[in-house]
């Protein structure tokens, strides 16, 4: 396997992955957008009643939206995430009562008439807690209406609730492959000038490929080139993937983390069928070809059948057919014949005695 990032950005990360196939990059895909841990506004506190400014003036604790409603917007603000130093609180040494360690407390305090939005809210301590997107809106106050919140953000994941889900437009695509036939192509150019995309450049003369990763398989190329001389595939096992994040997350500790989570998973699988073995275990060996010849194709290792730990299933053995004989009559003669036969039996039997 072999990743070469094309493009990085805070929020923003696009690769090529190459050597694996749909099963692998899709288990990145879901763990990516279910597993990536977060921080999300999880509790509200809303102050009811009259609040007062610096001098004096009094405003009511009205919004036009109901309290819900502006929990609901304030849980979706992204809130900055240190995978390294933050954890969830269930697991946290201040046995979940709260600490700098597994939760974030802000502060929101306006008066109207104004916008609230996300850069409003005031992190209890660190100033770089603040929300990245400093323009979210959260509710609109008219004249004498205010508002006094305090919350509490903690880790969270996307399997719990969608507000943990730092990852969006998470996908991949197989590579695309842009060949030219030169023995065909008279470099026209017709390709360069319909090609949405700049894949195709003049080099000279000659018309040449460029970026192809870039080809969204619109197929034009093929269309105008009437010499047959374009042709548009994919590679099997390479794609192009690409996610970006709602500004908690950097996007390479997203993908670090992702791997990470995956590899841990699997080791995990590992240990639990591990204790599952009984103890005389043994591992099974492969099934060998059993045929009667020895002597197989080169490079394939017969063993001879009675040596062999597969047996094959027995064929049924079919019956045959019972054909029944006319019974004759028997005739007095015979039968006399028979006697005879019965009685020399215990003569002979008397003779081996003496
Ligand atoms: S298929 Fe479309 S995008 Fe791809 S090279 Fe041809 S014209 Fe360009
Ligand atoms: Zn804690």
């Not at 849980?75 to 995430?81: E, F, H, N, Q, Y």
């Not at 209890?124 to 959260?138: E, S």
């Not at 197989?296 to 094959?312: L, R």
Request: proline letters at 6%.
């Amino acid at each position: 396997m072999d990743i070469k990032i094309i493009d990085v950005r805070d929020d923003f990360i696009k690769f090529v992955v190459s050597g694996v196939d749909f099963s692998f990059v899709n288990s990145i895909r879901r763990a990516l957008l279910a597993d990536i841990p977060k921080m999300a506004i999880e509790d509200v506190e809303i102050h009811l009643g009259a609040i007062s400014d610096e001098e004096g003036k009094t405003y009511e604790s009205t919004t036009p939206l109901f309290d819900e409603i502006i929990a609901h917007r304030m849980g979706l603000i992204p809130i900055p995430t240190d995978l390294e130093m933050l954890g969830f609180k269930d697991e946290c040494e201040c046995d979940g009562e709260g600490c700098i360690s597994c939760s974030i407390m802000y502060s929101l305090n306006k008066r109207g008439p104004c916008t609230v939005y996300s850069g409003d809210l005031e992190p209890l301590g660190d100033a770089t807690l603040r929300p990245k997107d400093a323009k979210i809106p959260i509710v609109k106050l008219t004249e004498d209406e205010g508002i006094l919140i305090y919350a509490t953000a903690v880790m969270g994941i996307a399997k719990t609730h969608a507000k943990w889900q730092g990852i969006h437009g998470a996908g991949y695509k197989l590579y695309p492959k842009v060949d030219i036939d030169y023995k065909k192509c008279d470099n026209g150019g017709g390709c360069i000038s319909i090609c949405p995309v700049n894949i195709f450049v003049k080099d000279g003369k000659k018309v040449k490929i460029a970026n192809p990763e870039n080809c969204t398989m619109c197929k034009s190329c093929i269309e105008v080139c009437e010499l047959d001389a374009v042709k548009i595939g994919y590679e099997d096992d390479k794609f192009i993937f690409r996610f970006e994040t709602d500004g908690s997350l950097y996007a390479k500790d997203a993908l670090l983390y992702a791997l990470a989570h995956l590899g841990a998973s699997f080791e995990e699988v590992i240990d639990l069928v591990d204790t599952m073995k009984p103890k005389d275990y043994k591992p099974i060996e492969p099934v060998k070809l059993a045929i009667d010849d020895e002597e197989g194709p080169e490079g394939v290792a017969y063993i001879p059948a009675d040596e062999s730990t597969h047996t094959p299933e027995e064929e049924p053995v079919e019956e045959e057919p019972v054909v029944e004989e006319p019974v004759e009559e028997e005739k007095p003669k015979k039968k006399a014949a028979a006697k005879k036969t019965t009685k020399k039996a215990p003569a002979k039997k008397a003779a081996k005695k003496k």
